[in-house]
């Protein structure tokens, strides 16, 4: 049973950087869409970034673009997203999302079809 693991939040100022990781035990992501989605307080959870298996292709939520970047190093089984100019309203749990078959494309893994969810990493935001 795959169980994803996600990693690096913290608190930081506004306009600071951090990198969140995301990797797997039980079975490799490095054959599938990954993604990352947040939640605010008292808000739904929302789509941030994903990116295709080998990497091809990125996603993006326009709140994010140009700020947000992901990426993965599939040899080490590991997906990242790197947070620059970081606002206070990106303030959320941050959550790694993976598809669990090859074929489900970063599209839609998006628009929601996730086969597995990590715990969650707490990014918080200070003006």
């Known amino acids: 049973q795959v169980q994803l693991v996600d990693s690096g939040g913290r608190s930081v100022q506004a306009g600071g950087s951090l990198r969140l990781s995301c990797t797997s035990t039980g079975r490799t992501i490095s054959f599938y869409a990954v993604g990352w989605f947040r939640q605010a307080p008292g808000k739904e959870r929302e789509f941030v970034a994903a990116?295709?298996?080998?990497?091809?292709?990125?996603l993006y939520a326009d709140s994010v673009k140009g700020r947000f970047t992901i990426s993965r190093d599939n040899p080490k089984n590991m997906v990242f997203l790197n947070l620059n100019n970081l606002k206070p309203e990106d303030t959320a749990l941050y959550y790694c999302?993976?598809?669990?078959?090859?074929?489900?494309?970063?599209?839609?893994?998006?628009?929601?079809?996730?086969?597995?969810w990590g715990q969650g990493t707490q990014v918080i935001v200070s003006a």
């Open positions: 990116i295709s298996w080998n990497g091809g292709r990125q």
């Open positions: 999302a993976a598809a669990d078959e090859h074929d489900v494309t970063a599209d839609s893994l998006a628009q929601g079809s996730i086969g597995n």
